[in-house]
């Protein structure tokens, strides 16, 4: 008698067990008869997308730690930006962000900075920002490329245009007209708002008549090409 009641309990326990895997896989044990048993299973995913990534074959066996599939989600889409460590200081949590496509330069749509990284990216030399988008649009997609604007307090400053300046060995330069050609001048640049750059230090007497405004890229080839 003895006997039976340990075997007996020793079956509950194990049909408890089953009942509980079936459970986590969505089918309800009381629900089963021999007419409605299935050799396969429909598992439910834990969010709604498309699946891109397959990671199985059918007749696998799948442990806990398996990664059966990928599911694209486009519920939260978010932009990453990256931020270089001399504008760091000036953005915080809450500022607005327009970004456009890298594809479609032409439109603007409207982000918010979420989190900023406290430490800074090895592979970007840059500190990372995530940005949340205000208005989910259905040709945005996960690995898309953008280039974002971000608002911060407005002052006065001396700008030129992005095409009057060029980076030649970690240096920012300018050219002027001289009476003999041109004169190549280093100047110091601090943030940027569309296509104007804001110059913070520049050498005395340096006057925006005989400042080059266009072309830079293509006068200092030439410049370094003269070099000995």
């Known amino acids: 008698m003895q006997q039976a009641q340990a075997s007996f309990r020793s079956i509950e326990v194990k049909m408890f067990a089953l009942r509980n895997q079936l459970k986590l896989i969505g089918i309800n044990a009381d629900s089963l008869n021999i007419e409605n048993i299935s050799s396969t299973v429909n598992i439910a995913a834990p969010i709604s997308g498309i699946i891109t990534r397959i990671f199985v074959n059918i007749g696998k066996y799948v442990g806990p730690e398996q990664m059966v599939c990928e599911i694209l989600s486009k519920a939260n889409l978010y932009l990453q930006l990256f931020i270089y460590e001399k504008d760091i200081h000036r953005i915080s949590k809450g500022q607005p962000i327009e970004f ?99 110059i913070v230090d520049y050498p005395p007497g340096l006057s925006d008549s005989s400042l080059v405004l266009n072309g830079a890229y293509y006068l200092n080839a030439a410049w370094n090409d003269k070099q000995p």
Request: with cysteine; aromatic share 8%.
């Open 100 to 198: 456009s496509l890298i594809s479609d330069p032409g439109n603007r749509y409207k982000a918010v900075v979420r989190t900023l990284s406290p430490k800074i990216d090895p592979a970007s030399n840059a500190f990372s920002i995530n940005a949340g988008i205000l208005q989910a649009q259905p040709f945005i997609n996960p690995g898309m490329y953008v280039k974002a604007y971000i608002s911060i307090a407005q002052h006065s400053c001396l700008s030129l245009p992005a095409t009057a300046i060029v980076e030649d060995n970690n240096e920012q330069v300018v050219f002027v007209k001289t009476t003999g050609g041109f004169k190549r001048v280093t100047v110091k640049t601090g943030i940027s708002n569309n296509d104007r750059v804001e």
